[in-house]
């Protein structure tokens, strides 16, 4: 009796969850590089791309670039952009913390 309880709870939920669906999606997969992008119709987007930085050596490491978006509960627009690279992830947004000026 339990199962079909949180069966059918389950099933609800599923019912009652919002249809998303995707807009847009690109990529371009190569060698030394890659880009993406992804839209769906809740409002979140993402893009990307990277490049393989000192190919052949013991430097070789992937640099990226990009940024996402989503609608938050309070209904606004929150964009984040970022650089991922040999200095960390390096993320910059309007609604995000800044470090003091040492």
Same mark, same amino acid.
């Given at each position: 009796m339990k199962f079909a309880i949180v069966l059918f709870a389950?099933?609800?939920?599923?019912?009652?969850?919002p249809t998303v669906e995707v807009l847009r999606s690109d990529s371009n997969v190569g060698i030394d590089n890659y880009s993406y992008a992804v839209e769906t119709s809740d409002g979140t %987007?993402? +893009?990307?791309? =990277?490049?393989?930085?000192?190919?052949?050596?013991?430097?070789?490491?992937?640099?990226?670039?990009? %940024?996402? +978006?989503?609608? =938050?509960p309070d209904g606004q627009t929150y964009t984040v952009t970022y650089v991922a690279d040999e200095n960390g992830f390096q993320p910059q947004g309007a609604h995000l913390p800044v470090a003091p000026v040492a």
């Open positions: 389950l099933f609800a939920v599923a019912l009652a969850a %987007s993402k +893009s990307e791309e =990277g490049v393989l930085k000192n190919a052949g050596t013991e430097l070789e490491a992937i640099s990226t670039h990009g %940024s996402f +978006s989503y609608v =938050g």
